[in-house]
């Protein structure tokens, strides 16, 4: 069983930072873009940053030079540094991952159960 599991939210005044992680777990072939998404209150989950397996990434326009992401392809981990934080970024974040359990399969696409980030005075 496949599980995403994310860590690190929690509240930061403006222009704080956090960092969140994600860890995939089980029994997996390939393990190909994943990404951070995010719901605010009211709001339609959007797209916050992907990173590729070869590292190539792509951002929202939102948080362009103040959130970076990375992964370590080794332990299947994906993280997102979120620097200078404003009010306008408090969601629940969600980890995501395109990935294939056996080789034949199509690809699959994978949720965490997501992780709060509140940026509040």
């Known amino acids: 069983q496949v599980q995403l599991v994310e860590s690190g939210g929690g509240l930061v005044q403006p222009g704080g930072s956090l960092s969140l992680s994600c860890a995939v777990s089980?029994?997996?072939?390939?393990?190909?873009?994943m990404g951070w998404y995010r719901e605010a209150p009211g709001k339609e989950r959007e797209l916050v940053a992907v990173?590729?397996?070869?590292?190539?990434?792509n951002y929202a326009d939102s948080v362009k030079g103040r959130f970076t992401i990375s992964r370590d392809n080794a332990k299947n981990t994906v993280n997102l540094q979120m620097n200078s934080l404003k009010p306008e970024d408090t969601a629940v974040y969600y980890c995501?991952?395109?990935?294939?359990?056996?080789?034949?399969?199509?690809?699959?696409?994978?949720w965490g159960k997501g992780t709060v980030v509140t940026v509040s005075s």
């Open positions: 995501n991952a395109n990935l294939k359990r056996i080789w034949y399969n199509n690809g699959e696409v994978y």
């Open positions: 990173v590729t397996s070869g590292g190539n990434t």
């Open positions: 089980g029994r997996l072939f390939s393990l190909n873009v």
